[in-house]
C-alpha cells in the first residue's frame, strides 16, 4: 500500500450525517483521487485533483465534497445527499496527473457501512 | 471514449498450471494500459503496465502481460500458478487525449482469481 494510509478501515454513517474519510500520503505526489468501488463494477472515479486548492469532478461526484489545502491530504466527505453510500472507497496519488504513463499508487481502503 | 472489458468474473486454474486473465480495451488513440491485483479487504497493488515499445511486459510476482494491438487485448499471464495468487484482478487505460492531456484511468469490472491446491 505505499505511503498512502487511509482513515478509519470501517466507518458507520447513520441517515443524514455526513461522515469524512481521511487520505495522506508522504510520497510527495502531486496528483490524488478518490474511487468507489462497488461489487462487480471495478472501480468508479470520484473527485481528483492534480495541485493544492485545486480539484475537478469523476464520473459519479454527486453526494460527495473533497478539499485540497495541502499537498499530502485530501479528505473526501460523504454527504447526507449520498443516499447509497455503502461501499469501499479507495485513495490513489500520482507523481503528477494526469500524465499517461503515471502509475497510480492505492491506500488500504476504508470501508462504509450505513447504520 | 475508453472502456475495458474483463469478460470473465472468475477464472479458476490449478497450482502449477499456467493461468491466463484476459483483458480487452476500446479507445481512441494509443492506449496506456495496466494490471492491478486487489487482496480482500485491501488497496490495489500494481503489477505491471504496457507503455510503448516490447508488447511483451513483465510485471511483479512473475506475472506478465502481451499487448496485442490487432486484438485489442492485454492478457495477464503467469506459467505456474501459486494459490497465493488467488485474489481480485484489474485491467486499466489510460489515453492521451489529442490536445496533450490525459484522460483518467478507466477499470475494468476486475476478475476473481481462484488457484486450487
Known amino acids: 500500500d505505499g505511503g498512502i494510509t487511509q482513515s478509519p478501515k470501517y466507518l458507520f454513517r447513520k441517515e443524514g450525517q455526513n461522515v469524512t474519510l481521511s487520505c495522506e500520503q508522504n510520497?510527495?505526489?502531486?496528483?490524488m483521487y478518490w474511487y468507489r468501488q462497488d461489487p462487480g463494477q471495478g472501480l468508479r472515479l470520484i473527485y481528483y485533483?492534480?495541485?493544492?486548492?485545486?480539484?475537478q469532478k469523476g464520473d459519479i461526484a454527486e453526494g460527495y465534497s473533497v478539499s485540497r489545502e495541502k499537498k499530502e491530504s485530501f479528505p473526501l466527505t460523504v454527504t447526507s445527499a449520498q443516499k447509497n453510500p455503502t461501499a469501499f472507497y479507495l485513495c490513489?496519488?500520482?507523481?503528477?496527473?494526469?500524465?499517461?504513463?503515471?502509475?497510480?499508487?492505492f491506500g488500504p481502503g476504508t470501508r462504509l457501512l450505513v447504520l | 471514449a475508453q472502456s475495458v472489458a474483463q469478460p470473465e468474473d472468475q477464472v479458476n486454474v490449478a497450482e502449477g498450471n499456467p493461468l491466463t486473465v484476459k483483458c480487452t480495451y476500446s479507445?481512441?488513440?494509443?492506449?496506456?494500459l495496466f494490471w492491478y491485483v486487489q487482496y480482500p479487504n485491501r488497496g490495489l497493488q500494481f503489477l505491471l503496465k504496457?507503455?510503448?515499445?516490447?508488447?511483451l511486459v513483465k510485471g511483479s510476482y512473475g506475472f506478465e502481460a502481451e499487448f496485442n494491438k490487432s486484438q485489442t487485448s492485454f492478457h495477464l499471464k503467469k506459467p505456474s500458478a501459486l494459490v497465493s495468487d488467488s485474489a481480485l484482478y484489474f485491467c486499466?487505460?489510460?489515453?492521451?487525449?489529442?490536445?496533450?492531456?490525459?484522460?483518467?484511468?478507466?477499470f475494468g469490472s476486475g476478475t476473481q482469481l481462484t488457484v486450487l491446491p
Open positions: 490513489a496519488s500520482t507523481t503528477r496527473g494526469p500524465s499517461p504513463q503515471e502509475t497510480q499508487y
Open positions: 504496457y507503455i510503448t515499445g516490447d508488447n
Open positions: 485533483s492534480q495541485i493544492v486548492n485545486d480539484f
Open positions: 486499466a487505460v489510460r489515453v492521451m487525449l489529442l490536445e496533450g492531456s490525459a484522460r483518467q484511468l478507466t
Open positions: 479507445v481512441s488513440g494509443n492506449p496506456y
Open positions: 510520497l510527495n505526489h502531486d496528483a
